[in-house]
């Protein structure tokens, strides 16, 4: 049976989805039978995750509203082990109330999780910012959870509530293993992320945090731009090596 792995942080544009897409290919490319779940609305997943040209655009909200089968929003890319369920056809308000509600109250996303797990060695789930109802839904049903924080000095402010809040999660589901804090686009030279990095290493204890950090580097946004992760099209950029390490890591852990 396979592992839940979720992609949490407080805030957007930390490199959530890109942590998710690239890790989600450096475990397939491992030989890993590995699915990336895209269950933001934002729907990110679906640009960097090298899915074929004219894939289908259904994915979980579908499956949720009942118009389309499970297998039907599984979709192959140019990674054989790699697979990814998109977020779908979320309606366009401004909240997507009734996308969250569906997925706090129903059983649908334990289920088809369930199923996941049981045809995948690994699921990573890329979720919306913050705690919301649709994160924590995704934690209760995770096996372990990453945290990627950007190196800029307002994640001194914003860490220590994404912290306390995946520890009210565990305190209800102790079976949930914190991987641990992935400190992300650092810029060796730039002395307020250099400053940011000391800080986070002072006041967060060391088993919480990644002993290496995801450099920044246009390679990883170009990649995504071209629509493939970093770590397929430029495998030798030290950001898709940080990856790659990280799949490592991760991967040991995961052994029984
Ligand atoms: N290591 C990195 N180097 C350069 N750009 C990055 C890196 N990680 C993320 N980005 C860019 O930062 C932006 C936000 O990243 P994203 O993964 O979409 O964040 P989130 O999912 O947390 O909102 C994107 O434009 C992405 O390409
Ligand atoms: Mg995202």
Redesign the pocket.
Known sequence: MGAILAVV?Q???????????NLAAAFARRGLKTLIVDV?P?G?VRY?AGLRQGHSTLGFADYLAGTVALRDVILPTSLPWLRVMLVGSVADNADHSDYSSEIAVGDLLPQMLAVARERCDIVVV?TP?GLGAVTRRVLECSDRVLV?L?CEPLVLQTTPQILRGIQSVVATHPALVFDGILL???EAGNAACERTAAHVRQHIPAKLLFDFT????????DA??AGVPAVVRSPADP?SQAYVNLATRLAERFRP
């Open positions: 942080s805030k957007g544009g930390v490199g959530k989805t890109t942590t998710a897409v933001d934002q990110s960097g890329d910012p990627p950007q992300t686009m650092y995801i450099p920044r580097s246009a390679a990883v946004s995504f731009s950001a």
